[in-house]
């Protein structure tokens, strides 16, 4: 491996992206994720993909109908032992028993399943196709790819068994028939040609160019090319060899053939090239220098928001905290800390706006599809001048230029207009607000009048109300609904809640009870109350008071509501500069200009090669980039970008990040530290010495941005959230109770609880709970009628594999919501980034589970509690098989574990115990 200066060696491995299993490096036939093509789908199958550059054909499952075949000559257990060992499969246990004592009757078993497993095969598609399109929404990756022309080689720390070449492709479902897709171009496996190069191997391919190239025309390629080289077969078509680590011992390299469909993490070199000339230019620590001293950066946001010069230009709605991070973040690196919910993307969003508007550039990155996604639903019209350079395989050509030739349009047919005035981050009204809060905090009394008065704004406040509350008895629940028409309703509801049973037609009411429930019916405005909490200060504060803040409040609210500036407004603003740039073109830039419209009016390039064509023109129209981590920015120097901003930055690593960086000016981190990190891949392959690395234990960007002091705004109010006990335990245990969450009137008025907890007992079977996943089922169907967006979300993969084949086995209905993207399944490994209506959980553990194993439990696990308890607009339903005392804590246990129990207990409170813990 090359060396470079000790402190850079973790960062520079990290950046080969490896796995401990990685199937760059090493593919294994599994018929799970990874198919032998000429074994699983014959002969016929192998050569359309090999001599065709572009297809569309039938995948058919030719190895079980040959299997049965051959199963059905055999003449004795031996025989069918080895053809099952031919086709890499395993007889089943009992069949295996059966054959020796009854050989016909164990073989018509073995016949029955087969045919049985080829007509289910249609699921396992289907799960398989699922499964990439996941990973596509998680990552931006597009992971199926056929594999071509397998190296193997033993190197002093890792066996190698992975193809040299890749051609993406995808699935296609029409009428139970699975097609699989390509009209991709061939692409190297840089991951291996990266490992090879630091073992000392060089394979030059530079000079190929692999546009239009079929398999065929590549292997003549380098069979002429490199014969005289190394050994390379005559053919490639072959079943792929069943090697493992143990028996490759060849420390040169070997050529095998064979053609492998599966699931391959293909990355370019671009990342660990530009990572290295940034190591080897010396200029890593320079990229992210802040000052020692931070009043230098608070004084700045404080001089830029009162000078009477600045406006900002809105195109989200914000609060003050959002304000905030947006100045910090045109003037000086910042970190935008945003908890879930708290409006990081509007915020983002707000910052593109004022970066187009002010004539600068950015460079918007982020690992997540889904949060991409959300971005571009923020930027409304402004979103036209923001490229995106996205993997979406969803995505059609027509699409992708879709956008493209709306711009130019604009751009051509473009009439000037009157300019938009901005709006001031700090307006007179803000300053009245100020003032009013600094009366406010002058009441000494302020705490108990705010928890009396967040008691009662949802109601009329008045002295019939005030002294009312008064009289109800202080040792009465009165957590009930709203919803009554007589006394006797609201008598009968009092009495079940206190004495937690019905009453009968003989039930003598106790006098409590009956005089509260006079009063309440008398005064129905008092069931829009939290009268609970209510009664609680109700003697430590005046009517006058409750009054004074009640006016307070709605004119600060008044004050803080921002006309938003109009969106076609916005846009014909920055046609504006677009089109000078325009007019300032020389003939040079005038060609150019027409051949980039001509390609969007054809739009016969693909994404790739279209944006690589017109590079130039695309640094003068487009300010904004909008990608991922992975794509290739080699086009751009050193702070060509006046402003690169990263979200979702606890999840990128420190050695993606720091290159995008590298490319700009200002940086801007937006991100949540109690949040997910990224999975460490690089886990085995080198061993570096903790002590001589600077970057310690630090993984994500975030942390390292936090690390070296840079600069921290907090979003600290939640959106998300319509009811506060969604988000109460995240803001205890993650955010030290500085998450500002208040119950939404509609759902307040509906009474219906935030969390709802259902026991049912089931039990932890081999990764699985079917009890629980039984249930999860019935309420998915039931939520279908309810809510527009459902999330099921379990506790480890097993559980979610099992949900899937569920409903894809025998429920319809499901199927279609989830093809239609309603219903999501989810693992807690996988929830980041997600949001819907309603998230319905399977805990799956029960009493019995060894939880240092589990996820939850282990390094991280806390992190992933906290997405997954925080993904939910109205409602979480936890449906569990374990209790808070099943959990035993000891000097064993992780912080992790500590707080999943402290979760299982919050569960086990009331609804206005969720509340206030």
């Known amino acids: 491996m090359?060396?470079?200066?000790?402190?850079?060696?973790?960062?520079?491995?990290?950046?080969?992206?490896?796995?401990?299993?990685?199937?760059?490096?090493?593919?294994?036939?599994?018929?799970?994720?990874?198919?032998d093509v000429l074994q699983k789908f014959g002969e016929k199958t192998f050569e359309q993909i090999y001599y065709k550059n572009d297809f569309n054909l039938p995948l058919i499952e030719s190895d079980n109908i040959s299997l049965r075949e051959k199963v059905a000559e055999a003449k004795n257990k031996t025989e069918i032992v080895s053809i099952f060992k031919e086709y890499s499969q395993r007889v089943d246990d009992k069949i295996f028993k059966t054959l020796s004592s009854d050989f016909e009757k164990g073989k018509a078993k073995i016949i029955s399943q087969l045919e049985t497993e080829f007509q289910k095969s249609f699921i396992g598609w289907k799960k398989l196709l699922k499964q990439a399109q996941d990973v596509n929404i998680e990552t931006n990756i597009w992971p199926l790819h056929i594999g071509l022309f397998f190296i193997s080689i033993k190197t002093e720390k890792k066996a190698i068994y992975a193809p040299l070449f890749f051609k993406e492709v995808t699935l296609e479902i029409k009428n139970s028939i699975v097609y699989l897709i390509s009209t991709s171009d061939i692409k190297i496996n840089s991951k291996l040609i990266t490992f090879l190069e630091q073992e000392g191997f060089m394979l030059n391919l530079n000079n190929v160019?692999?546009?239009?190239?079929?398999?065929?025309?590549?292997?003549?390629?380098?069979?002429?090319?490199?014969?005289?080289?190394?050994?390379?077969?005559?053919?490639?078509?072959?079943?792929?060899?069943?090697?493992?680590?143990?028996?490759?011992?060849?420390?040169?390299?070997?050529?095998?053939?064979?053609?492998?469909?599966?699931?391959?993490?293909?990355?370019?070199?671009?990342?660990?090239?530009?990572?290295?000339?940034?190591?080897?230019?010396?200029?890593?620590?320079?990229?992210?220098?802040?000052?020692?001293?931070?009043?230098?950066?608070?004084?700045?946001?404080?001089?830029?928001?009162?000078?009477?010069?600045?406006?900002?230009?809105?195109?989200?709605?914000?609060?003050?905290?959002?304000?905030?991070?947006?100045?910090?973040?045109?003037?000086?690196?910042?970190?935008?800390?945003?908890?879930?919910?708290?409006?990081?993307?509007?915020?983002?969003?707000?910052?593109?706006?004022?970066?187009?508007?002010?004539?600068?550039?950015?460079?918007?990155?982020s690992e997540k599809k889904a949060a991409l996604e959300v971005l571009t639903s923020r930027l409304k019209e402004i979103r036209i001048f923001c490229l995106f350079v996205l993997n979406d395989r969803d995505m059609r050509l027509d699409s992708f230029y879709e956008p493209l030739e709306k711009f130019i349009k604009l751009v051509e047919h473009y009439r000037a207009s009157g300019k938009q005035n901005a709006l001031s981050v700090f307006a007179e009204e803000d300053k009245r607000y100020l003032e009013k809060i600094s009366e406010l905090k002058n009441n000494k009394n302020l705490e108990n009048v705010l928890n009396f008065y967040a008691s009662v704004?949802?109601?009329?406040?008045?002295?019939?109300?005030?002294?009312?509350?008064?009289?109800?008895?202080?040792?009465?629940?009165?957590?009930?609904?709203?919803?009554?028409?007589?006394?006797?309703?609201?008598?009968?509801?009092?009495?079940e809640l206190n004495k937690n049973k019905k009453p009968g037609f003989f039930t003598i009411y106790p006098k409590n009870i009956k005089e509260s429930a006079q009063i309440i019916f008398q005064n129905q405005n008092l069931l829009k109350y939290d009268l609970n909490n209510a009664i609680k200060f109700i003697n430590s504060v005046e009517l006058q008071e409750i009054i004074?803040?009640?006016?307070?409040?709605?004119?600060?609210?008044?004050?803080?509501?921002?006309?938003?500036?109009?969106?076609?407004?916005?846009?014909?603003?920055?046609?504006?500069?677009?089109?000078?740039?325009?007019?300032?073109?020389?003939?040079?830039?005038?060609?150019?200009?027409?051949?980039?419209?001509?390609?969007?009016?054809?739009?016969?390039?693909?994404?790739?090669?279209?944006?690589?064509?017109?590079?130039?023109?695309?640094?003068?129209?487009?300010?904004?980039?909008?990608?991922?981590?992975?794509?290739?920015?080699?086009?751009?120097?050193?702070?060509?970008?006046?402003?690169?901003?990263?979200?979702?930055?606890?999840?990128?690593?420190?050695?993606?990040?720091?290159?995008?960086?590298?490319?700009?000016?200002?940086?801007?981190?937006?991100?949540?530290?109690?949040?997910?990190?990224?999975?460490?891949w690089f886990a085995t392959s080198y061993d570096f010495d903790e002590d001589e690395n600077d970057f310690g234990n630090i993984e994500s960007l975030l942390d390292y941005a936090k690390a070296v002091g840079v600069y921290s705004i907090l979003l600290d109010k939640n959106y998300r959230s319509k009811q506060a006990a969604l988000m109460t335990f995240s803001s205890k245990h993650f955010y030290e109770s500085k998450l500002d969450v208040i119950d939404d009137y509609e759902c307040t008025i509906k009474k219906d609880p935030a969390i709802e907890v259902l026991q049912v007992n089931g039990v932890w079977d081999n990764s699985k709970n079917e009890v629980e996943a039984n249930e999860i089922i019935r309420l998915a169907k039931e939520s279908l009628k309810k809510y527009k967006k459902i999330i099921l979300l379990v506790f480890n993969i097993k559980q979610q594999e099992h949900l899937l084949n569920l409903i894809y086995g025998s429920e319809p209905e499901l199927e279609q919501a989830l093809n239609e993207n309603i219903i999501s399944v989810k693992?807690?490994?996988?929830?980041?980034?997600?949001?819907?209506?309603?998230?319905?959980?399977?805990?799956?553990?029960?009493?019995?589970?060894?939880?240092?194993?589990?996820?939850?439990?282990?390094k991280g696990g806390k992190n992933a509690l906290n997405v997954a308890i925080s993904r939910a607009r109205e409602k979480i339903i936890v449906v569990k098989s374990i209790f808070a005392d099943d959990v035993e804590i000891n000097e064993r246990s992780t912080k992790d574990m500590i707080i999943f129990k402290k979760w299982l207990r919050f569960l086990d409170l009331n609804k206005e115990e969720q509340k206030i813990i």
Not at 301 to 323: A, C, G, W
Not at 343 to 359: C, D, E, F, H, M
Not at 463 to 480: G, R
Not at 841 to 852: H, P, R, W
């Open 2 to 35: 090359e060396k470079y200066d000790v402190k850079y060696q973790k960062i520079m491995a990290n950046l080969l992206d490896i796995e401990q299993r990685d199937s760059s490096l090493f593919s294994n036939i599994n018929n799970e994720k990874y198919f």
């Open 209 to 365: 160019d692999f546009a239009n190239l079929t398999f065929e025309a590549l292997f003549n390629l380098i069979h002429k090319e490199w014969t005289s080289i190394y050994e390379i077969p005559n053919s490639l078509k072959s079943k792929i060899l069943d090697l493992n680590e143990s028996n490759i011992t060849n420390e040169a390299i070997k050529f095998h053939p064979g053609m492998v469909l599966g699931f391959y993490n293909v990355s370019s070199g671009y990342l660990w090239n530009q990572m290295l000339k940034i190591i080897k230019q010396d200029e890593f620590k320079e990229i992210l220098n802040p000052e020692i001293i931070k009043k230098v950066y608070s004084e700045k946001i404080k001089n830029v928001i009162f000078d009477k010069n600045f406006k900002l230009f809105k195109i989200q709605e914000t609060n003050f905290s959002q304000d905030m991070a947006t100045v910090s973040a045109l003037y000086q690196d910042t970190i935008i800390w945003g908890p879930p919910g708290t409006g990081k993307s509007q915020t983002i969003s707000n910052l593109i706006l004022n970066i187009i508007a002010r004539n600068k550039t950015a460079l918007v990155v």
């Open 457 to 495: 704004y949802n109601g009329e406040i008045d002295e019939a109300s005030f002294e009312n509350v008064k009289q109800l008895d202080p040792s009465i629940n009165y957590a009930i609904s709203s919803n009554f028409k007589t006394e006797q309703d609201i008598k009968k509801a009092l009495y």
């Open 548 to 680: 004074q803040i009640d006016k307070d409040f709605k004119e600060i609210l008044d004050a803080k509501s921002q006309n938003i500036n109009n969106g076609k407004i916005l846009t014909n603003m920055i046609l504006e500069l677009v089109c000078q740039k325009i007019e300032a073109f020389d003939e040079k830039q005038r060609e150019q200009y027409n051949a980039f419209a001509m390609s969007i009016r054809t739009g016969h390039l693909k994404p790739f090669k279209f944006f690589h064509k017109h590079k130039d023109m695309i640094k003068i129209l487009f300010p904004v980039i909008v990608t991922t981590p992975e794509f290739d920015l080699s086009m751009w120097e050193k702070q060509e970008f006046d402003f690169a901003i990263l979200d979702e930055s606890s999840q990128i690593f420190l050695e993606k990040g720091i290159p995008i960086l590298y490319l700009a000016k200002r940086k801007v981190m937006a991100g949540d530290d109690q949040q997910m990190q990224p999975t460490k």
């Open 827 to 858: 693992n807690i490994e996988n929830i980041q980034g997600d949001e819907a209506d309603i998230v319905i959980m399977s805990v799956s553990y029960d009493k019995n589970t060894t939880l240092y194993n589990t996820y939850v439990a282990r």
